[in-house]
């Protein structure tokens, strides 16, 4: 009986040790007695491969795209002031920049850094609580380029990276400064990124350069006279990956 | 002194309200005087910013409880208009915890109400868990890890959707939704002792399915 308690216990303390639960002294406790009965070792490689099982192959779902706003209704949130009257005004101030800047519109001034910095890290908040977090759904490049074309000046460069896990979800426009911008929504396990184009002549090319805002990373670089700032609340490496990817892709392929 | 102490588990499970009601009074010690609105924020602000950032996980638990997406859907749904009524009340702390606690006590209402003959009582398994200790589980014909890692996705799915609810819910909370045993015991609304028997017995039975599927 007592032996079954304390084997029992064993067997706990290692789940909680590969858990990262136990303090360190407990920890090294459980290092030792794994080492000297290779059952327990044993049961900490199946625990482990287990884990690994689930975070690599187990489907990662996300919410119906309804359900936010099924949820909003619930609670009488829609139509409220959170997000669309902010929509209107994009869409009003997009049009109204086009017409203003007309064809000297590929010319927008470079931003200052801070200041997109802030309205970038704003739209992507702004965006995770609007109904849809993008204005036009499709994970087709071909349909999402289109639809920028029609609204801003210059379209993004869209590329297809759902077969290496960053499904394109769709685009909006944002508005930073006072300049309509593309921003590309991609989605990553749980997460979305958005990415936003902002148009940078004359600036010389730059490898992505990190950063961290309220807990959302941000990457940003230059390229080819555009200044592409990602943004996420995936983790920095698996941003430099998607960065990697959207700057090695070739747009048409 | 054993770390899953049935005699304080039992007492504990015991006393535990399942309508969720004693939560409320346990995130409203927890929260204090510190659980008061931000100046200018208003309900539904409190809610875009507490509760909206975790409707996939919402979704994902309530997905797991009920084994269906629409149930799923209604579930969160009634979980977010119960949230919002207790959204003036809540601290900022930990509000993924407070929120899966919701998700979680809904869910269990809504099937007992809708789909009665889907869930096992929860009563029966804590009598069998107390019966038999967890090494029976945990070190028979436990498969080798190679086996392990070489499941596919189905057949991981279909193995954890085939646990009882109290190991799947405990397995899904650690494992795929990263929550700590004390955040578990806080959602799940038993000691951090029931969590690590449950969490223990849990992968030991996705194992054994996998090991027996496999071969």
């Known amino acids: ?244 990817l959207f700057r090695t892709t070739p747009p048409d392929q | 002194m054993s770390i899953a102490n049935r005699q304080d588990q039992n007492v504990l499970t015991g006393a535990r309200d399942r309508s969720g009601g004693r939560l409320r009074v346990l995130f409203a010690q927890a929260t204090g005087s510190d659980g008061q609105a931000a100046a200018g924020e208003d309900d539904h602000q409190r809610f875009a910013r507490l509760v909206l950032p975790h409707l996939n996980d919402a979704y994902s638990l309530a997905r797991w409880i009920t084994a269906n997406r629409a149930d799923a859907e209604d579930v969160v749904q009634d979980a977010s208009l119960r949230a919002f009524r207790a959204i003036a009340n809540v601290a900022d702390g930990n509000s993924r915890a407070w929120v899966l606690t919701i998700v979680r006590n809904t869910a269990y209402t809504w099937l007992r109400k809708n789909r009665p003959s889907t869930l096992v009582v929860v009563d029966d398994l804590e009598a069998v868990e107390s019966a038999q200790g967890v090494t029976a589980d945990l070190d028979h014909e436990t498969p080798e890890t190679a086996l392990i890692a070489k499941a596919d996705a189905a057949l991981l799915e279909a193995a954890i959707a085939e646990l009882p609810p109290a190991y799947r819910e405990t397995l899904i909370l650690r494992d795929v939704q990263g929550l700590g045993y004390r955040e578990i015991s806080q959602v799940t609304g038993v000691p951090i002792g029931t969590v690590m028997s449950r969490l223990a017995r849990g992968r030991a039975q996705v194992m054994k399915t996998i090991g027996r599927k496999s071969s």
């Open chain 1, 1 to 244: 009986m007592m032996r079954a308690a304390t084997y029992e216990d064993a067997m706990l303390r290692v789940h909680a040790y590969v858990d990262g639960e136990l303090d360190p002294a407990n920890a090294l406790g459980v290092e030792a007695s794994m080492t000297n009965d290779p059952a327990l070792a044993a049961e900490r490689e199946r625990i482990e491969a287990l884990r690994r099982l689930v975070r690599e192959r187990l489907p990662q779902e996300a919410s119906p795209f309804g359900l936010r706003a099924r949820v909003e209704a619930t609670i009488g949130m829609r139509g409220a002031r959170v997000q669309p009257s902010w929509r209107a005004l994009a869409a009003s101030i997009a049009v109204t920049a086009i017409l203003a800047s007309g064809a000297t519109s590929m010319l927008v001034a470079p931003l200052e850094v801070n200041a997109a910095r802030e309205g970038i890290v704003d739209a992507h908040i702004r965006s995770l609580m609007a109904r849809q977090p993008i204005d036009v759904a499709s994970s087709d490049r071909h349909t999402v380029k289109p639809w920028f074309n029609g609204r801003i000046p210059q379209a993004p460069r869209v590329v297809d990276l759902g077969k290496e896990d960053f499904p394109l979800v769709g685009g909006r426009i944002d508005v930073i400064g006072a300049s309509p911008v593309p921003t590309l929504v991609y989605g990553h396990g749980k997460h979305l990124i958005s990415l936003t184009a902002v148009p940078a002549a004359g600036s010389a090319d730059s490898a992505p350069a990190s950063s961290e805002t309220g807990g959302y990373n941000i990457l940003r670089w230059i390229e080819d006279g555009i200044a592409y700032w990602a943004i996420s609340d995936a983790s920095a490496t698996e941003l430099d990956k998607f960065a990697d």
